[in-house]
């Protein structure tokens, strides 16, 4: 998970230890299922914590599956700094956005079933995912690199193929997912602006492997 280092207090190592457990836990859920319906008491046991210590971390299930949400797209978010670290180019970084996000449907599932499911919500999100795509966007922009285009709106047009590629992997397991990737990255890559012959190339250049 997403989280920092645990603090050296014991009480409150402790204290971050039960609500990581917690956030576990939701983020199970949301994988597995989606449905928020389970009773605090359930998502107590999977976290094997006492019931009372919910409430001395969230006010309310829905902060909770909120919580789970933010740390999953910060973990995805986290593992794209990693891989893509070397990469400055900003046409390839949303390339390989796309291209990473597919292979991490197979390495990652779980965090992937959980941006399946409620990702749509967290488009225009200041954590995980969005304030990096935005990021990107803004310096592709401010560059030439992409057209002049309102970044806010450009996110959303990226946050939406992004949803829409991860749906196709986890509904068609059987489609050539990196195929699948490069073809949707080089059509995102045109409609910013990217010229096809480029937006071809830059869409199939060397992608770090997952490990």
Request: hydrophobic content about 45%; proline content about 4%.
């Amino acid at each position: 998970m997403s989280t920092s280092a645990l603090p050296s207090n014991r009480f409150e190592r402790r204290r971050a230890e039960t609500r990581g457990a917690l956030v576990r836990a939701a983020r199970q859920i949301l994988a597995e299922t989606g449905d928020t319906s389970a009773s605090i008491q359930a998502i107590a046991e999977r976290a094997d914590v006492g019931f009372g210590s919910f409430y001395n971390h969230f006010q309310s299930k829905a902060e909770l599956f909120d919580a789970a949400v933010v740390d999953a797209l910060e973990e995805i978010g986290q593992t794209f700094d990693e891989r893509l670290a070397g990469i400055d180019d900003p046409a390839e970084l949303v390339a390989a956005g796309f291209r990473l996000s597919a292979r991490l449907t197979t390495s990652h599932p779980e965090l992937m079933q959980v941006l399946r499911r409620r990702g749509l919500a967290y488009i225009h999100s200041d954590k995980g995912l969005a304030t990096r795509g935005l990021r990107d966007l803004q310096v592709g922009i401010a560059s030439g690199r992409f057209s002049a285009l309102d970044p806010t709106v450009a996110l959303s047009a990226l946050g939406g193929t992004l949803l829409s590629l991860v749906e196709l992997r986890f509904a068609r397991p059987d489609l050539d997912g990196d195929e699948a990737a490069a073809n949707l990255a080089e059509m995102v890559l045109r409609m910013l602006g990217v010229p096809p012959g480029d937006a071809h190339d830059v869409a199939r250049r060397p992608l770090p492997g997952l490990a």
